[in-house]
């Protein structure tokens, strides 16, 4: 059974940094990728960076491109968020999603049917 677990969420003060983490288990793919997104109270899901572990190709959002990193480790199967300067507007349950099939391109990582396994969610709450 695939699992995505995430963590590392909390509450933290404007300007300051959290590291989320997505454990990835009883995944057999060798080629897949991972997407976070956020889902702030009242608004649609939002992807913010995807990984394709594959070939290490990165993905960023406009809202958090120069401050959010994603990351791999342990044989691909913990992927890492490193958002600093969070901001209130950052406020939101974070998701992470694996996709199967990658295609290439530069913009099908911020679709929602892309994804074929999904996290529970982290709460990020950022106060100022």
């Known amino acids: 059974e695939v699992q995505l677990v995430e963590s590392g969420g909390g509450l933290v003060q404007a300007g300051g940094s959290l590291r989320l983490s997505c454990s990835v288990s009883?995944?057999?793919?060798?080629?897949?990728?991972i997407g976070w997104f956020r889902q702030a109270p009242g608004k649609e899901r939002e992807g913010i960076s995807c990984i394709s572990v594959s070939d290490d190709r990165t993905f960023y959002g406009d809202s958090v491109k120069g401050r959010f990193t994603i990351s791999s480790a342990n044989a691909k199967k913990t992927v890492y968020l490193q958002m600093n300067n969070l901001q209130p507007e950052d406020t939101a349950v974070y998701y992470c999603?694996?996709?199967?099939?990658?295609?290439?391109?530069?913009?099908?990582?911020?679709?929602?049917?892309?994804?074929?396994?999904w996290g529970q969610g982290t709460h990020v709450t950022v106060f100022s």
């Open positions: 009883g995944f057999s793919f060798d080629d897949f990728a």
């Open positions: 999603a694996a996709a199967v099939a990658v295609p290439y391109g530069t913009t099908w990582w911020t679709e929602l049917k892309e994804y074929d396994y």
